[in-house]
């Protein structure tokens, strides 16, 4: 008896819930940065509850990214490349083939700027590893130098901006 083989294709993939599924995207999420044009920032340098932000903020960014199916590889395999970066942000480019060196599909980016502790602002892009193409971007103002306005913001942007439409290889919605 011949079965077509696209019949038996289909009860395979009826058979193992619904088909192949594509691999999950691979992201690098560089550590975030502050830019502090501030007259504070100017006049007294680093605040160590900034840095810890920033490092707070870049964890909820990954956990995001992971909660919505994106694996996580450790950009940590790039930091020699990236040495002499002064501000990654600033050269899409070199957070590119950052992630290309560890074998990520996205190049995850973000910034904290800073106008004063009463106005701040969270960014975030996402670029291509292989085309170096921005396939997301945004920003999100927040109001207050505070643990709460920070955390609120980034959660804010990455639901309502980054992840609003899954992430796709090429970007697309």
């Not at 395979?12 to 560089?30: E, I, S, Y």
């Not at 960014?61 to 790039?78: C, Y």
């Not at 190049?107 to 291509?128: E, F, R, T, W, Y």
């Not at 804010?156 to 919605?173: F, H, S, V």
Request: glycine share 10%; net charge neutral; charged share 20%.
């Amino acid at each position: 008896m011949f079965i077509p083989t696209f019949a038996v294709a289909l009860a395979a993939a009826t058979m193992f819930g619904g088909g192949a599924h594509a691999a999950p995207l691979k992201a690098a999420v560089f550590n975030f940065e502050l830019v502090d044009s501030s007259q504070e920032g100017e006049m007294d340098g680093v605040r160590a509850d900034q840095t810890r932000r920033l490092g707070e903020t870049t964890s909820q960014v990954r956990d995001a990214l992971k909660a919505a199916g994106v694996e996580l590889v450790d950009p940590s395999g790039a930091n020699e490349q990236l040495k002499d970066v002064k501000a990654l942000y600033e050269c899409l480019k070199c957070a590119q083939k950052a992630a290309q060196t560890v074998g990520a599909d996205l190049a995850v980016i973000g910034h904290v700027q800073k106008v004063s502790n009463l106005i701040l602002n969270i960014n975030v892009q996402i670029v291509d590893a292989r085309s170096g193409r921005t396939v997301r971007g945004g920003s999100a103002d927040i109001r207050g130098n505070t643990e709460e306005s920070w955390t609120r913001g980034t959660k804010y942007l990455m639901k309502n901006t980054i992840l609003k439409q899954p992430l796709t290889a090429d970007g697309a919605p």
